[in-house]
Nanobody, 115 residues
Framework: VQLVESGGGLVQPGGSLRLSCAAS????????MSWYRQAPGKERELVAN????????NYADSVKGRFTISRDNAKNTVYLQMNSLKPEDTAVYYC?????????WGQGTRVTVSS
């Protein structure tokens, strides 16, 4: 089982990034997918999630209207489009897959929002 995040980096406030998480080793289309983040000195928090079919999404209040989660089950990939980035979005972003009692995590990708 592997979840490999990519797309992180340094961006200026107001900028955009698109994170990707490529999955392998399990039946991706059966799993709900989520993005979490962990800022320095803070606990990991849920950013957004999407159901297995891609028909339902949820967002943390802090990112509503700025971030969009999506998935492509044909490519076994989930995305997080992040717009209007703020310094407080700086964190390591983690991909999570969950199906019943099974759960998998990626290694994380770092996002830094700074001028």
């Amino acid at each position: 089982v592997q979840l490999v995040e990519s797309g992180g980096g340094l961006v200026q406030p107001g900028g955009s990034l698109r994170l990707s998480c490529a999955a392998s080793g399990f039946t991706f289309s059966s799993y709900a997918m989520s993005w979490y983040r962990q800022a320095p000195g803070k606990e990991r928090e849920l950013v957004a999630n999407i159901n297995s079919a891609g028909s339902s999404t949820n967002y943390a209040d802090s990112v509503k209207g700025r971030f969009t989660i999506s998935r492509d089950n044909a490519k076994n990939t989930v995305y997080l489009q992040m717009n209007s980035l703020k310094p407080e979005d700086t964190a390591v972003y983690y991909c999570n897959a969950r199906f019943m009692y099974k759960e998998h995590w990626g290694q994380g990708t770092r996002v830094t929002v700074s001028s």
